[in-house]
């Protein structure tokens, strides 16, 4: 997915309009967030993105399907917060 780009808020480094978060093992978090799309039914379809390891979700999702995946990935997930550009050691 190289060529996805999510916006992110600068404050938080979440993708914009995040609607729930888990935390990984290796405290590094998990975004839901919605698409601003819809399924062929008008549902309002999310995706996930992890902070941590950087993989998310590759299709557009109900909901309930985005965020039992996203919970899945960060009970799995042991990756760390990636730092914020400009942390120094």
Do not use: K
Not at 58 to 63: F, G, N, P
Request: proline residues 6%.
């Amino acid at each position: 997915m190289s060529g996805t780009f999510i916006r992110t808020d600068s404050a938080t480094g979440l993708p914009v309009g995040t609607e729930a978060v888990f935390l990984t093992l290796g405290s590094a978090l998990v975004a839901l967030f919605p698409t601003g799309g819809t399924n062929e039914h008008g549902a309002p379809t999310f995706h996930w993105s992890c902070n941590g390891c950087r993989d998310c979700s590759y299709y557009a999702e109900l909901r309930g399907t985005a965020r039992n995946r996203a919970n899945a990935h960060a009970a799995d997930c042991r990756a760390l917060p990636w730092p914020a550009f400009g942390d120094q050691d």
